[in-house]
């Protein structure tokens, strides 16, 4: 934990962290146990005379003067190894092929190692993809500010720039950094000198509304909610734990947190003027409709495609994002919305197969 073990460690160790990561998140069960994402307890009316073409569904959208194809993001997840390099060229490959966004994970190793810039650059793979630079927020109390923003940004040539919170998994981390007090308002500087767009990001453990509007007065321009339900981090950090007690400590997180639709709805609803992405657990197409019913502008997914990457390469990422994006445009002609905008305004009723 950090009280136990400050992060002053050398970027091998944090390089040697980023492959923990991928192979923990590849080998063993890091899903949460009891607590879900809550999206199983909505439904959409099913409309038997849609009056609509399923050719003509629409699930475009425009996001930061970029034109999507579809409302998927592949969610940050790694870089900083050589094996994360040729994931993230993997991702942005097929990121590039249907469309979608693509997030790069946290970037700090290559801020402190510029001999790991590489394993994060995939412009020459996507030139025109929706790209997000991420710096971990806790790092602006740690000497990192607007210079060191501007340097990951720059160094992917990004669209946008993720700042994400992270406080449970710097919390049980071996070698986290704790110090969250104070924060708010270098958020706020860098959202307010950075020319690109920031994102505020949870890992997986959702943002409540108070939350969610805190961080829209400082300024960002989105915010992706990681809510609870899918992959749990304090299982990945439990996974890599140096001492029973750390295991412990960590493994006593495991259904933490605020699931995805309970935070897709409370952010939606303390910042209606942002854009939010929802993840956090996500399955497949029914549940991203489902997301932007609840107020979501799109969906992002991790493991899912971390795993198609690692399995079948770009061409395992597109057959999943085709087969995703298949079932969006099914659940919206059967539930009368024609495209996102009219998907976001059709209503949800709680499931009656939910007790």
């Given amino acids: 934990m950090s009280q136990l073990a400050p992060d002053n460690a050398p970027p091998d160790i944090h390089e040697r962290r980023k492959a923990d990561h991928i192979r923990i998140n590849l080998e063993e069960d890091v899903a949460f146990k009891q607590l879900t994402t809550g999206l199983e307890r909505y439904a959409f009316t099913h409309q038997a005379l849609p009056e609509l073409d399923l050719a003509q569904i629409d ?3 425009t996001l930061f003067g970029k034109r999507l194809q579809r409302p998927l993001l592949i969610s940050s997840m790694t870089g900083g190894t050589a094996r994360a390099r040729q994931i993230n060229r993997t991702l942005a490959e097929a990121a590039q092929q249907t469309g979608m966004a693509m997030g ?4 700090r190793a290559a801020i402190e190692d510029p001999g790991l810039a590489d394993t994060y650059r995939v412009r020459d793979v996507a030139p025109d993809i929706l790209l997000f630079a991420n710096l971990g927020a806790v790092q602006l109390n740690y000497g990192y500010g607007l210079a060191h923003c ?4 720059d160094m992917v040539e990004a669209d946008a720039l993720i700042l994400h919170f992270n406080a449970l998994q710097e919390a049980v981390q071996p070698e986290g950094d704790g110090n969250f007090a104070g924060l708010y308002s270098k958020v706020a500087e860098i959202c307010r000198h950075l020319p690109v767009p920031v994102i505020a990001k949870e890992v997986g453990w959702g943002f409540a509304g108070e939350t969610a509007r805190r961080l829209a007065e400082a300024g ?6 990681a809510g609870a339900g899918g992959t749990s981090w304090s299982q990945v950090e439990m996974y890599r734990a140096p001492t029973a007690r750390h295991a412990r400590v960590a493994g006593a997180f495991i259904d933490w947190g605020i699931p995805t639709a309970v935070s897709v709805q409370q952010c939606h609803q303390a910042a209606p003027h942002l854009p939010i992405f929802a993840s956090g657990g996500i399955k497949n197409g029914i549940e991203v409709a489902k997301c932007i019913a609840l107020g979501a502008s799109m969906a992002g997914l991790a493991g899912d495609f971390l795993r198609a990457a690692d399995k079948a390469g770009v061409a395992g990422v597109v057959e999943l994002a085709g087969t995703i994006s298949d079932e969006l445009r099914v659940t919206m002609f059967v539930a009368g919305a024609a495209n996102l905008t009219a998907l976001r305004h059709t209503p949800l009723h709680k499931s009656e197969s939910v007790r």
């Fill in 59 to 61: 699930t475009t959208l």
């Fill in 104 to 107: 790069l994970g946290s970037m």
């Fill in 150 to 153: 501007q340097r990951a940004v």
């Fill in 220 to 225: 960002v321009a989105a915010i992706d909610v």
